[in-house]
């Protein structure tokens, strides 16, 4: 016997591709080991996964990063960046805003008024393998709350009995893109086994950020949906 070398395609696969190397005794053909190798597809994801942002304001404040992370590439190709429209989706920039590529991570500036279709559409694209994709949704509103990601996803979890019933905090960032300090006079969930746990302050200056955390917190098995409201001035 002696060492061989496995060499993976010089191709991206399509997806996770299962390799087994057998080696089987020259003397005794009965007789053979297998070692299992995965050749990994590449893979692409995008953070934040969605978002609210105001149209209109400064260039100072109307900057939003995106960060593509690309999984499996051996070659570091990077990714595109695309703004999209519609169905079929269709270039809008800029009147759905403009992307700055050439930075990392990419930097979003929404238009100065909510176009027509206020979804807009931000899709990463590996350059090594221009099939794997990932897109993120924003939603243009009026206004000067910008809130980051503008849905959450707390997955699924065992309920049962006589055991602790899961507590989930997922973060949310709210920024002030106005010009003057943002007024807070609420923070509710509409329903469901949620809850703020970690309220914003009830003043937010021009240009700051802060973390709001809500928890999900199930006693019953279900589905569960509700809306987070945040009143301001």
């Known amino acids: 016997g002696g060492a061989i070398t496995y060499t993976a395609p010089s191709a991206p696969v399509a997806s996770n591709l299962g390799v087994s190397i057998v080696a089987t005794s020259v003397s005794d053909t009965t007789k053979s080991s297998a070692a299992n190798i995965t ?32 999984g499996n590439d051996s070659s570091h190709g990077g990714v595109t960046w695309t ?31 909510v176009p027509a279709n206020a979804s807009v559409t931000v899709t990463a694209t590996s350059v090594t ?53 943002l007024n807070i006079t609420g923070q509710t969930i509409a329903s469901g086994p949620y809850s703020v746990t970690a309220p914003c302050a009830a003043s937010l200056a021009s240009g700051t950020t802060c973390s709001l955390v809500v928890t999900f917190a199930p006693t019953v098995s279900g589905t569960y949906n509700s809306t987070l409201s945040v009143a301001d001035n």
Request: with cysteine; charged share 5%; proline share 11%.
């Open 39 to 70: 050749v990994l597809a590449i893979t692409v994801t995008v953070s934040p996964n969605s978002g609210l942002i105001p149209v209109g304001a400064t260039s100072q404040l109307n900057a939003t990063p995106f960060t593509a992370t690309v």
């Open 83 to 113: 703004l999209t429209q519609g169905t079929p989706a269709a270039p809008c920039s800029p009147t759905c805003g403009t992307l700055n590529a050439a930075s990392n991570p990419a930097i979003y500036a929404a238009p100065t008024a």
């Open 129 to 181: 393998d221009t099939s794997k994709t990932t897109s993120v949704t924003i939603t243009l509103v009026q206004g000067t709350v910008k809130i980051i990601p503008s849905a959450l996803n707390f997955g699924s979890w065992s309920v049962k009995p006589r055991q602790p019933f899961p507590k989930v905090p997922l973060t949310v960032q709210l920024t002030n893109t106005g010009g003057s300090a």
